[in-house]
């Protein structure tokens, strides 16, 4: 690895390029087939696939969080106990029960929310979502999908709303605006692939075919995010760490053991 080509043909010449892109993107765009190829990282991607996309309802109310009665602690709801069950029901059948809500209030947990934005106050309702159950739409262009998009929205919307509501009976009749994404939105604003924002599957078959290191075989390309380790923000951050011990050597351990104290 030399450096980074640029969309407009600039090149940024480097002897350590890290990629935090995600394997996907990493393996299936920045470099080529021939290129990708070469990496063993390619057999735990084929192996796993993209994980399962989502739909994130996106609620603003009329009411500040004191008001309301809202707290920052998050709400995690499940149909029943066999998550694997459940998943698969939904997988299949998308009119089956969500196998998640997880239901979270950003403005309770911003300190400075009250004096910028008085009077208000956001939620944020998450749950998985297959790319199958709206590929028809892909490559249609943003915001102008159709009206039968646009009606598959508001359908799942309106779950969402229906499990916050259940849950935060008070916020009935508080609710100013909502707007949905869906794995389509993921991927156009974020590049994942099939709205993949989470990375590799977490199954068996990404762990049993574990052959994504911070070091590849090519010299001066390294990979560092949550496809290094698993899934979420504390993975990616752990990554980080060890993309720079693979780096630095024996300097970047002694850096990772001052900075664990």
């Known amino acids: 690895a030399a450096g980074v080509r640029l969309e407009d043909g600039a090149e940024v010449r480097a002897r350590t390029v890290v990629s935090a892109t995600g394997l996907a993107t990493t393996l299936g765009t920045l470099l080529t087939d021939d290129?990708?190829?070469?990496?063993?990282?390619?057999?735990?991607?084929?192996?796993?696939?993209?994980?399962?996309?989502?739909?994130?309802?996106?609620?603003?109310?009329?009411?500040?969080?004191?008001?309301?009665?809202?707290?920052?602690?998050?709400?995690?709801?499940?149909?029943?106990?066999?998550?694997?069950?459940?998943?698969?029901?939904?997988?299949?059948?998308?009119?089956?029960?969500?196998?998640?809500?997880?239901?979270?209030?950003?403005?309770?947990?911003?300190?400075?929310?009250?004096?910028?934005?008085?009077?208000k106050a956001t939620v944020e309702v998450i749950g998985g979502l297959p790319y199958e159950h709206v590929a028809e739409w892909r490559g249609q262009p943003w915001r102008k999908r159709g009206n039968a998009y646009n009606a598959a929205k508001e359908e799942i919307a309106g779950r969402y709303l229906g499990a916050l509501l259940k849950h935060r009976p008070q916020l009935d009749g508080r609710v100013a605006h909502y707007e949905l994404s869906t794995p389509l939105s993921t991927e156009h604003f974020t590049n994942h692939p099939r709205g993949a924002m989470y990375g590799l599957d977490h199954s068996p078959a990404r762990f049993l075919n574990d052959h994504v290191f911070p070091r590849t075989e090519i010299p001066g390309l390294y990979l560092t995010g949550q496809d290094v380790l698993t899934v979420g923000v504390s993975s990616a951050l752990t990554a980080g760490a060890m993309t720079a011990a693979a780096i630095l050597g024996w300097r970047g351990i002694d850096a990772m053991r001052r900075w664990l104290g």
């Open 35 to 119: 290129q990708g190829g070469r990496l063993k990282a390619r057999r735990t991607l084929d192996a796993a696939g993209p994980s399962m996309g989502h739909a994130c309802l996106y609620v603003g109310l009329d009411g500040d969080d004191a008001a309301l009665g809202l707290s920052t602690a998050n709400l995690w709801l499940y149909p029943g106990p066999d998550h694997d069950a459940n998943v698969a029901r939904f997988t299949e059948d998308g009119s089956a029960p969500d196998p998640l809500h997880y239901i979270s209030f950003p403005s309770a947990k911003d300190p400075s929310w009250t004096q910028r934005y008085p009077g």
